[in-house]
């Protein structure tokens, strides 16, 4: 596979993608305009076409193959796509325990439904994206511009690095993270200012689990701490509940408006006395104790994302920020025959976002059948798997 260091260059300029690609030993320059570019669907999932320039070699296609380069750059930019008018920001005031100067806050759009997804970070000739601050950004330094670099090996050694100031899309650490740049000059957010991008963005692939929402519809942009005051106007893009891309202009933020996430039901076990902004973790009736309380129930939903599944993982995604109560999960996957091709055990500690378990899989192409298990609630999907 190959590895982000061996892109020499990747740039958007004006309306040209300029493609420096080293693969083995060779150099490959490739000069895409952007209206040769022909986005569509199949299998849900873009393709691309180019139809003029042919050139490329079977190492450059056995290179698109293995990272969709093109595609991702494509879909990071594509110029087409409905407007979103119900997406907004909102951001999460985060307790460092004084660990670090300032204050922490998590930026994340709230999308309008669990189906849709978000994919990209973007700014273009007509809408800029800007995050600012009154005083600096607090910058760790053995931390970076994205959350690739968070390294909870490193957080176990020096706190202070859980706290950096990063731009993501749905990671907080390096775990699990496919995180893509293109076009964006960190430099100065790096140094503590203000991060301007005029034409470009970060992105994942579409189908990547990182895209799919956590609990509340919600997926994390960035963190940022910092004394002062932090602000941001952002453009973002993904896909609605049937694939279509959406996207959304001009969205702005600031940390005056920060929010205390937590249970605001004051009838659940779990009520937060603190919370000003419900997050969809509630469970449980009458304020009780929470302790051995499971809120997986007949009524929880889930589905399975991305399906067909493209990537060597997909995502076990439920409505609601999930409580185990102390029993874990025990997920199977089964071939056609009835055989067991994965079994494990997911507790408290494996659930991502709030709401997701994350399988990592090997599995030939075919279709599947996905077994969740808990104490109140047993259920299956049929997934199809695509390579």
């Not at 990209?120 to 931390?143: K, R």
């Not at 279509?244 to 940390?255: E, K, P, V, Y």
Request: with cysteine.
């Amino acid at each position: 596979m190959l590895l982000r260091n061996e892109i020499l260059a990747l740039s958007l300029k004006c309306r040209y993608f300029d493609f420096v690609v080293e693969i083995s030993t060779y150099v490959y320059e490739v000069q895409v305009k952007f209206s040769d570019i022909i986005l569509g669907f199949r299998n849900s999932l873009p393709y691309l076409s180019l139809n003029r320039h042919q050139i490329l070699t079977r190492n450059i296609k056995y290179f698109i193959q293995m990272k969709n380069l093109f595609t991702l750059a494509a879909a990071s930019f594509l110029a087409f796509g409905a407007s979103a008018s119900n997406v907004e920001l909102v951001v999460e005031a985060v307790n460092n325990g004084g660990q670090v100067e300032g204050n922490t806050y998590r930026v994340y759009a709230v999308l309008p439904s669990a189906e849709h997804s978000l994919h990209a970070v973007f700014a273009d000739g007509e809408h800029v994206l800007n995050v600012a601050t009154t005083s600096s950004f607090y910058q760790h330094q053995y931390g970076s511009f994205s959350s690739l670099d968070v390294n909870d090996q490193i957080v176990a050694l020096d706190a202070g690095l859980a706290f950096d100031s990063w731009v993501t899309i749905g990671a907080t650490n390096s775990d699990n993270n496919n995180l893509w740049t293109v076009g964006v000059d960190y430099n100065n957010f790096l140094g503590g200012s203000e991060l301007t991008i005029t034409d470009g963005a970060w992105f994942v692939v579409p189908t990547d689990v990182q895209a799919a929402t956590e609990a509340g519809n919600r997926v994390l942009l960035m963190q940022l701490t910092t004394d002062g005051t932090a602000t941001g106007i952002l453009n973002l893009q993904g896909w609605d509940a049937e694939g279509a891309a959406w996207r959304a202009h001009d969205l702005t933020f600031s940390s005056t408006d920060a929010e205390i996430f937590g249970c605001t039901d004051s009838n659940a076990s779990n009520f937060n006395t603190d919370a000003t902004y419900n997050d969809g973790s509630c469970f449980g009736e009458n304020n009780g104790a929470t302790n051995g309380l499971s809120n997986i129930d007949g009524t929880t939903e889930w589905n399975i994302f991305p399906n067909p599944v493209f990537e060597s993982t997909f995502s076990v995604k439920f409505d609601r920020e999930l409580n185990l109560g102390g029993e874990n999960i025990i997920l199977e996957v089964t071939d056609m025959a009835g055989k067991s091709v994965i079994s494990q055990e997911v507790a408290q500690e494996n659930i991502v976002g709030g709401n997701r378990i994350v399988v990592k899989h090997g599995l030939a192409a075919g279709n599947y059948t996905v077994a969740v298990k808990h104490a109140n609630f047993n259920d299956a999907q049929n997934i199809v798997v695509s390579k």
